[in-house]
């Protein structure tokens, strides 16, 4: 079992709709944990940075951390075109990172 | 924000030659770097983290004499694979640590051929 499971997808959604991109995991000790995005051939961009269980949101992004299920979720209010791109959670105890294997998201105009 | 720079951003080399890429932190000092690998589709996969003025620290199953890491000053470390074979193509990626979050390189595009 990886530690960390994220849906590949693809996922297509039309513009404007809410976008929901989940990942769980197995290692109660992530403490960390993050959503980045990337576009094609390009490194990854943080989105989002949430320590322990709880909400954040930022703009149209709002991450939720529930460390009782080992469950994270991102989502995307209002998607614009701009927005597809591939989407990895990140999450970590210390110094490594762990990812995701990200979901490849397309925003229909 | 900090900023990541990787160069160069795509390589093409014949096999058995030897490439260097090179990760610089523009405007911070980055005390650790990290070197992953990311096939088509899949997720990032951590190979070393160093540490400026120390040996880096490998991975499980990643070749320390194939993939030298170099981390020499604290805005810059280097990934030289050595003797590349086909295999080796890949998107090599790095990120650099300061006092506040990661942040990526662009990535590094190796065709071996």
């Known amino acids: 079992q990886k530690e960390v499971e994220q849906d590949p997808g693809p996922l297509s959604v039309p513009e404007g709709a809410i976008v929901s991109l989940n990942c769980t995991y197995s290692?109660?000790?992530?403490?960390?944990f993050m959503w980045y995005r990337q576009y094609s051939r390009k490194g990854p961009e943080l989105l989002m940075y949430?320590?322990?269980?709880g909400n954040k949101e930022d703009g149209r992004f709002t991450a939720q951390v529930d460390k009782s299920s080992k469950y994270i979720s991102l989502f995307i209010r209002d998607s614009q075109p701009s927005d597809s791109a591939t989407y990895l959670c990140?999450?970590?105890?210390?110094?490594?990172?762990?990812f995701g294997t990200g979901t490849r998201l397309t925003i229909i105009p | 924000g900090a900023v990541v720079s990787q160069h160069p951003s795509r390589v093409i080399c014949k096999s058995g030659t030897s490439v260097k890429i090179e990760c610089r932190s523009l405007?911070?000092?980055?005390?650790?770097m990290f070197w992953y690998r990311q096939f088509p589709k899949q997720s990032l996969m951590l190979m070393a983290t160093?540490?400026?003025?120390?040996?880096?620290?490998?991975e499980q199953g990643v070749e320390k004499d194939k993939f030298l890491i170099n981390h020499a000053s604290l805005t810059l470390s280097t990934l030289t694979v050595t003797s590349a074979h086909p295999e080796d193509s890949s998107f090599y990626i790095c990120?650099?640590?300061?006092?506040?979050?990661?942040?990526f390189g662009s990535g590094t595009r190796l065709t071996v051929v």
């Open positions: 990140a999450m970590s105890a210390g110094e490594k990172l762990t």
């Open positions: 290692n109660s000790a992530f403490q960390y």
């Open positions: 405007d911070f000092q980055a005390t650790t």
């Open positions: 949430t320590y322990s269980s």
């Open positions: 160093s540490n400026e003025g120390s040996k880096a620290t490998y």
């Open positions: 990120s650099a640590r300061g006092v506040g979050e990661t942040t």
